[in-house]
């Protein structure tokens, strides 16, 4: 078993097609569907069941998943350790993030470090803060930016970047726009709007609700910051934010302070225990922000 045949199968893994898979590694799609052959030969078992349209991996190919993914991380590492001590950053970093976290601008530190490191070669990648921390753990992401909202996994720690109450943002049409502060039970009769499940900002807010026995049930789901002030705009409905949410559209929407002690807005660096070089010069790059 080669590495490169496990990076071809994370390749195929992840873009669920050869055609696509070929074309991220450069290679040919009969290049790559020999190497996955020789690959499920020395194994003993398919890896993937092939359609015309997408492959879906196997009981077999769903084992070694996880497992390439560490080896091919760990190799990558190699590599970066070498290179560092000649004093050259090079290799993939991968980053992930949530969309509008505030406190770091993250495509402005990103664009610092590669002026300061062109031998690195950067992937960005969003999702929420649970997958984030979930992707840190097994080792498919080298650095992400989050919102802290569940515990901290095995081999990941966090750096705090900054803290923030939260706010019920809402159209200057509702009723609760002319209110100076409000409480969650306030909003009992509200129709809200709010992120999926897995983001940050719900879960938190979903959490804090739950703690005081009240409901919060979402009646408009989304999965982009934009689409979310424009049904707040509309006044379909009002949502649970952070506080910085309020400086996006202050004169088309209101934010009313929300009094819940209990519920904070921590924005964090997260990184494994052993970060690869790449991360750590990142990390260090944004501590000195």
């Given at each position: 078993?080669?590495?490169?045949?496990?990076?071809?199968?994370?390749a195929v893994a992840q873009e669920r097609h050869f055609t696509r898979a070929a074309d991220a590694l450069r290679i040919s799609q009969s290049g790559l569907s020999a190497s996955i052959r020789a690959l499920e030969t020395e194994l003993g078992a398919s890896l993937f069941t092939r359609s015309t349209r997408r492959v879906e991996l196997t009981?077999?190919?769903?084992?070694?998943?996880?497992?390439?993914?560490?080896?091919?991380?760990?190799?990558?590492?190699?590599?970066?350790?070498?290179?560092?001590?000649?004093?050259?950053?090079?290799?993939?970093?991968?980053?992930?993030?949530?969309?509008?976290?505030?406190?770091?601008?993250?495509?402005?530190?990103?664009?610092?470090?590669?002026?300061?490191?062109?031998?690195?070669?950067?992937?960005?990648?969003?999702?929420?803060?649970?997958?984030?921390?979930?992707?840190?753990?097994?080792?498919?992401?080298?650095?992400?930016?989050?919102?802290?909202?569940?515990?901290?996994?095995?081999?990941?720690?966090?750096?705090?970047?900054?803290?923030?109450?939260?706010?019920?943002?809402?159209?200057?049409?509702?009723?609760?726009?002319?209110?100076?502060?409000?409480?969650?039970?306030?909003?009992?009769?509200?129709?809200?709007?709010?992120?999926?499940?897995?983001?940050?900002?719900?879960?938190?807010?979903?959490?804090?609700?739950?703690?005081?026995?009240?409901?919060?049930?979402?009646?408009?789901?989304?999965?982009?910051?934009?689409?979310?002030?424009?049904?707040?705009?509309?006044?379909?409905?009002?949502?649970?934010?952070?506080?910085?949410?309020?400086?996006?559209?202050?004169?088309?929407?209101?934010?009313?302070?929300?009094?819940?002690?209990?519920?904070?807005?921590?924005?964090?660096?997260?990184?494994?225990?052993?970060?690869?070089?790449?991360?750590?010069?990142?990390?260090?790059?944004?501590?000195?922000?």
């Amino acid at each position: 078993m080669e590495l490169r045949q496990l990076e071809h199968f994370l390749a195929v893994a992840q873009e669920r097609h050869f055609t696509r898979a070929a074309d991220a590694l450069r290679i040919s799609q009969s290049g790559l569907s020999a190497s996955i052959r020789a690959l499920e030969t020395e194994l003993g078992a398919s890896l993937f069941t092939r359609s015309t349209r997408r492959v879906e991996l196997t009981q077999a190919g769903t084992a070694l998943l996880t497992e390439s993914i560490r080896t091919v991380a760990s190799a990558s590492a190699a590599r970066d350790a070498v290179a560092a001590i000649r004093d050259v950053l090079s290799g993939t970093l991968t980053v992930g993030t949530e969309q509008c976290l505030g406190a770091i601008d993250l495509p402005e530190q990103l664009a610092r470090f590669r002026q300061r490191h062109p031998g690195v070669r950067i992937t960005l990648g969003f999702a929420g803060s649970t997958q984030l921390l979930d992707a840190l753990a097994t080792g498919r992401q080298d650095l992400a930016v989050l919102a802290v909202c569940s515990p901290t996994p095995q081999g990941v720690r966090l750096e705090t970047v900054s803290t923030e109450p939260f706010v019920v943002l809402c159209s200057p049409r509702c009723a609760l726009a002319a209110e100076k502060s409000t409480t969650l039970a306030d909003l009992a009769a509200e129709t809200f709007v709010g992120f999926q499940a897995d983001w940050a900002a719900r879960v938190l807010v979903d959490r804090a609700f739950a703690a005081e026995g009240l409901a919060h049930t979402v009646e408009l789901e989304v999965n982009d910051v934009g689409t979310l002030l424009d049904l707040i705009e509309h006044d379909l409905g009002v949502a649970v934010v952070p506080a910085h949410f309020a400086h996006k559209r202050p004169e088309q929407l209101a934010a009313i302070p929300l009094r819940a002690p209990n519920l904070q807005w921590t924005v964090a660096i997260a990184i494994p225990e052993q970060p690869s070089p790449a991360a750590r010069a990142l990390l260090g790059q944004l501590e000195t922000a």
